[in-house]
């Protein structure tokens, strides 16, 4: 929960994976700048799907960074990965009221949430018990613009900020492609990537591999879904759960596990 005084602007710290000179963090970091006092700390390059890595075996260096275009705001570039960027601006910078991520260069939908490290930056804002929003955004024929979605993620990270959100909670936006036609509350649907390993010969004849996929949403057509919900033209916006338990299954499993 927010410890925010309501006489005193809010802290908010962004973060994002693609890195910090991504047009996608400088619209929602000058959106937010708006609604608190913002500080940005992003990769230093694209860190997309490296998950919720944390650097443990190597150094990290954190630049100030005065060329990203965030103007006053003060902008940070780290040589790790989305959550390392989080970890490092909490502790260096002080505890922020709220953690926001993104505004990613694609969606973050179904699967894409257990490799995302957009939504990873966010799960480290909740395991340093402060509420966070992970935003994603579907390109238009490859083109992006994310003036209305930062003013639209302003608009939340205030009510965010006014009513917190349960410990271990964030929030999952993705924007359609195009002027959304609205806004839907969705669960978290199927969405994953079918494998595909293209195998290459490197310029001294040794093979490499390179994983590729096709994108597969069984429930696209599902408008309860965050799929289903972009797919259709409007905003998802889910709230997701840290506890990862099959709680149904709490007994079945008991019934069964051998006993020592
Ligand atoms: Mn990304």
Known sequence: MSDLLPSSRPRILVANDDGIFSPGIKALGLALAEVGDVVVVAPDVEQSAVGHGITIRRPLRFKHTASAGFGDIPAYRVDGTPADCVVLGVHLLGRPDLVVSGINLGPNLGDDLTHSGTVAAAIEGLALGLPAIALSQRSNGGEYDFAPSAAYAARLAREVLARGLPPRVLLNVNF???TPRGVRVTRVGEHRWEDTILTRQDPEGREYHWVAGQSTAPDADDPATDY??????????TPVRLDLTARDLLDEVAS????V
Do not use: K, L
């Not at 289903?228 to 916006?237: F, L």
């Not at 069964?256 to 006993?259: D, I, S, T």
């Open 228 to 237: 289903g919900a972009v797919d259709a033209g409007y905003i998802s916006v």
């Open 256 to 259: 069964y596990v051998p006993e």
């Open 176 to 178: 359609p492609a195009g």
